[in-house]
C-alpha cells in the first residue's frame, strides 16, 4: 500500500476532467491520474502549456511499464498523484488528486521534519524557487506579499486557483488498477464455446 509524503495542492476532479476534455488528451483518465499513461498525458501537456516550468529532468521517455506507476514521473519536477481506499465501494475515485513539486515515498517511517527542512533548503538554494515565501500557505502571512510567486504556486494558480499549498500524507491502496487486454487472455481465462457445428462434428 504505497504511502507518501508530498508538497503541492488539491486538483479538484471536476477541474481534472475540464483539463482533460479543453486539451483533448485521448489517453487521459481524469477518474486515476496516477496511471503511468494519464500522468505522462498531463505532465506533457503542463510542459507544453506553462512555459514557467522548469526544464525537464529528461525527455520524458521513462519506461511506464515498471511495476512502480509513480517512477514514470520520475522525469518530471511535477508529480501527480491519488488516494484511494479499496474498501470504500462507494467510491470510484476521490473527489480530488494532488500535484505536487515533492514527492517522498515511505516505505516505512520518514521524518516529516527533517524532509520539510530539506524542501526548504533546496527552495532557498535553487535561482527558480517554486515558492516565493513558506512552503506551506498555512504557516504564510495573511498580507498579500510583494514577491513575484514561484513557478509552483503559478502552476496552482493555472490548475486549481485558491487552492492551499501544503503538506500532506497520501495513502493510495490500490495503485496499479489493471484490467487484463482481451488479446492477452488465455484460453484458460477466457475459453471459447464450442458451437453447434463443431459439436456435430466431433
Not at 483518465?29 to 506533457?44: C, D, H, R, V
Not at 479499496?86 to 515515498?105: Q, T
Not at 513575484?148 to 503559478?154: A, N, V
Request: negative net charge.
Amino acid at each position: 500500500m504505497p504511502t507518501y509524503l508530498c508538497h503541492g495542492f488539491r486538483w479538484q476532479r471536476k477541474s481534472i476532467r475540464v483539463f482533460v476534455v479543453v486539451q483533448n488528451l485521448d489517453d487521459a483518465s481524469p477518474e486515476w491520474i496516477a496511471s503511468s499513461t494519464t500522468s505522462q498525458a498531463l505532465l506533457e501537456s503542463f510542459y507544453n502549456l506553462f512555459d514557467f516550468l522548469p526544464p525537464a529532468e529528461s525527455d520524458g521517455g521513462v519506461d511506464t511499464a515498471s511495476a512502480d506507476e509513480f517512477r514514470a514521473q520520475d522525469w518530471s519536477v511535477v508529480k501527480v498523484l491519488e488516494e484511494y481506499d479499496p474498501d470504500n465501494l462507494d467510491e470510484v475515485s476521490r473527489p480530488h488528486a494532488y500535484v505536487s513539486d515533492y514527492v517522498v515515498r515511505v516505505d516505512l517511517s520518514v521524518s516529516i521534519v527533517e524532509e520539510i527542512q530539506r524542501y526548504e533548503e533546496r527552495m532557498r538554494a535553487g535561482r527558480d524557487p517554486p515558492m516565493a515565501g513558506p512552503s506551506s500557505d498555512e504557516t504564510a502571512s495573511k498580507k498579500k506579499s510583494s514577491k513575484k510567486p514561484g513557478w509552483f504556486e503559478k502552476l496552482r494558480d493555472q490548475l486549481q486557483r485558491g487552492e492551499d499549498i501544503r503538506w500532506y500524507v497520501i495513502v493510495n491502496g490500490d495503485e496499479v488498477r489493471d484490467f487484463p487486454n482481451p488479446e492477452h487472455w488465455s484460453d484458460d481465462d477466457h475459453p471459447e464455446e464450442s458451437s453447434p457445428v463443431q459439436e456435430e462434428q466431433d
